[in-house]
């Protein structure tokens, strides 16, 4: 059996006799969002992600390694503005030959969470909303006079 024509279950477990049989496996699937919705914090959400993984059979334990790509929708914990980031994960396991399945979606989802950090900037520079007026510094300077340092300030921006 050709390795590109193996299908990816969709619930990405995998029976460990079939790999077994085929003597490993190398494999790539776009995955459908839709099935991650849950997995980001509201509203951040995952755009679109595809994954790429290797099993090879060894005498106890099948080594498994793979590959998360994608991209999110995020929202910047300083302007609040949504924007579009790319991920990569990688992720490695070595389940047992008598395990009889590979759960990979465990795996996936693992690394999918880890996607989202826990306050995602849409840029370095991002100015941050105005603590004064609120308005995105990004996009005009309102000349408001902030203090160097207010704790209210810093509330404020925990949307
Ligand atoms: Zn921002
Ligand atoms: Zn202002």
Do not use: W
């Amino acid at each position: 059996m050709s390795y590109t024509d193996y299908d990816v279950p969709s619930d990405l477990i995998f029976k460990t006799a079939d790999i077994v049989r085929m003597k490993g496996l190398q494999c790539s699937a776009k995955l459908a969002p839709k099935n991650f919705e849950n997995i980001l914090s509201e509203p951040n959400k995952i755009l679109k992600v595809s994954l790429k993984l290797n099993f090879s059979v060894g005498q106890k334990e099948i080594l498994v390694t793979g590959e998360i790509d994608g991209a999110a929708r995020l929202r910047c914990g300083r302007c609040l503005e949504f924007f579009d980031a790319p991920f990569h994960e990688e992720f490695e396991l070595a389940p047992p030959i008598k395990a009889e399945i590979i759960d990979i979606m465990y795996e996936a989802t693992t690394a999918l969470a880890l996607t989202e950090n826990i306050a995602p900037v849409c840029k370095e520079t991002c100015k941050g909303l105005c603590a004064v007026c609120g308005k995105n510094k990004n996009e005009q300077n309102c000349g408001c006079k902030e203090e160097a340092f207010s704790p209210f300030a810093a509330l404020k921006n925990l949307k």
